[in-house]
């Protein structure tokens, strides 16, 4: 282990340890220092001023939880050799390198059906082309084709420390106490049985708060509906700029790599592109819509100026679809008020759904391990609090207007 070591000071868990030439080279590439320009929870801070947190508080976070998570296994006897320890804490600290500005508000929009974990991986590899194979095991953990599976697990899964990091910090940063949950007890009860991340028994309660706590947080916070339309104005920002400029408007250029991904990428991510990728953040989107809010194009400007000024389209939840006489109704609401023609009103008044499952059995599993050795998937454990209604999904249709 080299002489070098730094500690850096967190409003969450107090101070971070970096202590390898590795971790401290991964901090200091221009791919990672880059997450300090992208809002972890994107517009939520129109609604929570205080969740202005980033990517980079974020992985940070993530990897303080996998140092604790790597010691309490070692002290159960698991063998996790020094290679492997930094490999894992080298992953976790690239994991969400893949995100474009605003995050998940934009997954999808900006770069089109590109996901951010495959980006991730891109930008670990040529990270790994550049360190001459020092992410190579990194990799393989995070892809999963690593032989310790329990490894990735921690990376990527039900249990692992990006949602307990994730849950922790956006409750701290928005002040929503429903996300608070009991990391370190978690921590705690992990354990390794058949080469594959587990809870011990004991800690049967701490994970049904942390699956009720991130449920709690999803429509209080991540799908709060105000985010919500925030979100879709967004979108509906980028749809018209495409649009304009398919009809030859060329005064929408903003002279950022937003341009590049707006109007010229062809859905193929090669190096070119991710190095492009890579110059992208919050920043740059936050700049095109300023200088979009003074374009002639009043549908535009309008979503532009109503993004910048917090004066939000109007949304409504329910269980139920809405009527096509209400959709029909807003929208000549919308027309009479901005002297539109419905064409347009569209961009004011939609309507969409929106899912949330507090534990998806199909993807992923935490398992329970008994003091008997039996091990049990804890959405078939039977306990009142969790056992109905754990896997299924709750949704909520919505109508967005004037």
Same mark, same amino acid.
């Given at each position: 282990m080299p002489n070098k070591r730094k500690i850096i000071n967190d409003p969450v868990y107090g101070f971070i340890?970096?202590?390898?030439?590795?971790?401290?080279?991964?901090?200091?590439?221009p791919f990672y220092q880059r997450l300090r320009r992208i809002h972890q929870m994107a517009l939520a801070?129109?609604?929570?001023?205080?969740?202005?947190?980033t990517r980079l508080h974020h992985s940070l976070g993530a990897?303080? @939880?996998?140092?604790?998570?790597?010691?309490?296994?070692?002290?159960?006897?698991?063998?996790?050799?020094?290679?492997?320890?930094?490999?894992v804490k080298a992953a976790?600290?690239?994991h969400d390198t893949g995100?474009?500005?605003?995050?998940?508000?934009l997954e999808n929009q900006l770069v089109k059906n590109v996901h951010h974990e495959k980006i991730s991986l891109q930008i670990m590899q040529l990270m790994n082309k550049e360190l001459n194979g020092q992410l190579g095991m990194a990799i393989e953990i995070f892809t999963g084709r690593y032989h310790k599976k329990f490894l990735h697990q921690l990376v990527s899964g039900q249990l692992d420390v990006d949602r307990m990091d994730y849950l922790t910090r956006d409750s701290f940063f928005s002040g929503v106490s429903e996300g608070v949950i009991g990391y370190d007890r978690i921590l705690k009860m992990l354990t390794v049985h058949d080469g594959e991340l587990m809870v011990e028994e004991k800690g049967i309660y701490s994970i049904e708060k942390f699956l009720v706590a991130r449920r709690q947080m999803y429509w209080q916070v991540y799908l709060h509906k105000t985010v919500l339309a925030a979100e879709k104005m967004l979108i509906n920002t980028l749809t018209r700029v495409r649009e304009l400029y398919n009809n030859g408007d060329k005064n929408l250029l903003t002279g950022t790599m937003t341009d590049y991904f707006l109007f010229e990428f062809n859905g193929i991510m090669n190096d070119d592109a991710l190095k492009k990728f890579c110059e992208l953040d919050d920043i740059d989107f936050s700049f095109a819509i300023k200088k979009w809010s003074h374009h002639a194009d009043f549908v535009l400007s309008e979503l532009c100026k109503r993004t910048l000024n917090r004066q939000l389209l109007k949304i409504k @939840?329910?269980?139920e679809p809405f009527t096509e006489k209400v959709i029909q109704q807003k929208i000549q609401e919308a027309k009479d008020q901005l002297n539109i023609d419905a064409s347009l009103a569209s961009y004011f008044v939609f309507t969409?759904?929106?899912?949330n499952t507090m534990y998806k059995t199909e993807d992923e599993r935490i398992n329970i391990l008994f003091k008997d050795g039996t091990v049990k998937d804890i959405?078939?454990?039977?306990?009142? @609090?969790?056992?109905?209604?754990?896997?299924?999904?709750?949704k909520k249709f919505y109508i967005c207007s004037l």
């Open positions: 340890t970096i202590n390898h030439d590795l971790l401290f080279t991964i901090l200091a590439h801070y129109l609604v929570y001023p205080g969740a202005v947190h990897y303080h @939880l996998m140092c604790n998570a790597v010691n309490e296994l070692r002290a159960k006897g698991v063998e996790i050799a020094e290679e492997e320890e930094i490999a976790i600290l690239l995100h474009g500005p605003f995050s998940h508000a @939840l329910q269980s969409g759904e929106a899912a959405s078939t454990i039977d306990d009142p @609090l969790i056992h109905q209604t754990i896997s299924a999904p709750v």
